[in-house]
């Protein structure tokens, strides 16, 4: 079945530095991924999101890229602050606006 | 944005009892609201698809028969969890699309957390 892998699953990093994470899915027909962050307790919140038809988009500090023929996108954090840290989902939309998720990745954003 | 609630937020149980979680959709109509089951530390696994009108469709290795879902309206799915166990405690989370807005966009309910004692 469709399925989606996301790495790491844990990101310690320094206030100020970068932080990436990558997503594989293997539906060749998901065509929007979003990625969320999720506070504990809490609903996930759309943070950015890609269509198919684009291979890079940016918002302030937030970027994600998409390789469609590798079945690959990946969420870039720059300038990261404490208030970064938090749970981060990728995930992958086919057929339906059925949404898969990746297993999370946990960013701690260390003052 | 468009938004979606959930009630209750909050629910604990005896073991055995049936539990409902409803989701609404408050400005805009959804045809489609789809179910998810989290639990601690762990992704949101998707359960189901609700369809206005038609019966759910649920993913492979969820009992239908155990988690009734009901999507009676444009803005309302319930979904019940019956003869729950403590194996059931969980966050469970609606989201919605609202096809109106020309996006694949879903909005996620705030979530309810169920504890079956």
């Known amino acids: 079945g469709e399925n989606v892998e996301q790495h790491p699953s844990t990101l310690s990093v320094q206030e100020g530095d970068s932080a990436v994470i990558k997503c594989t899915y293997s539906d060749s027909a998901s065509n929007y991924f979003p990625w969320y962050k999720q506070e504990l307790g809490k609903r996930p919140q759309l943070i950015i999101d890609i269509r198919s038809n684009v291979g890079e988009k940016k918002d302030q500090r937030i970027a994600v890229t998409l390789n469609k023929t590798a079945k690959h996108f990946s969420l870039h954090i720059t300038e990261t602050q404490p208030e970064d840290s938090a749970v981060y989902f990728c995930a992958a939309v086919g057929g339906g606006f059925k949404t898969i998720f990746g297993a999370g990745t946990r960013l701690f954003v260390k003052a | ?117």
Request: charged content about 20%; aromatic content about 10%.
């Open chain 2, 1 to 117: 944005g468009a938004v979606v609630s959930q009630h209750p937020s909050r629910v604990i149980c005896k073991s055995g009892t049936s539990v409902k979680i409803e989701c609404r959709s408050l400005d805009f109509q959804a045809t489609t609201m789809f179910w998810y089951r989290q639990f601690p530390k762990q992704s949101l696994m998707l359960m189901a698809t609700s369809n206005e009108g038609s019966k759910a469709t649920y993913e492979q290795g969820v009992e239908k028969d155990k988690f009734l879902i009901n999507h009676a309206s444009l803005t309302l799915s319930t979904l019940t969890v019956t003869s729950a166990h403590p194996e059931d405690s969980s966050f469970y989370i609606c989201s919605a699309r609202d096809p109106s807005g020309g996006t694949d966009t879903q909005y996620f309910g705030p979530g309810t957390r169920l504890t079956v004692l």
